[in-house]
């Protein structure tokens, strides 16, 4: 789905089609039904948020995890280094 043309819009485009939509949508709609979709529709895109909102925050916790572990790595590869020219001293 990451391919559709929808992905690829500019900011601009993708707000007007939104705004077209909304427009297109309430045509025939009574003012309870109208309510009813709006609700519906922010809910399914406040549950997508929430996925990736937590997806993103999964990625970069691990990703800052692994940078931690070779950060250490690192540490330890000098600390050593230092104990050995120490030693020679």
């Not at 707000?15 to 109208?34: D, F, K, N, V, Y």
């Not at 997508?48 to 691990?62: F, H, I, K, N, Y």
């Amino acid at each position: 789905m990451a391919s559709s043309p929808l992905f690829s819009l500019p900011p601009g485009a993708a707000a007007a089609l939104s705004a077209l939509l909304g427009l297109a949508l309430s045509g025939e709609l009574t003012w309870a039904q109208q309510n009813t979709l709006g609700n519906l529709l922010m809910l399914v895109g406040q549950t997508l948020e929430t996925v990736a909102a937590q997806g993103q925050e999964q990625q970069a916790s691990s990703s800052g995890d692994s940078r931690l572990d070779a950060l250490e790595q690192r540490l330890g590869a000098v600390e050593r280094a230092l104990e050995g020219s120490g030693s020679q001293a």
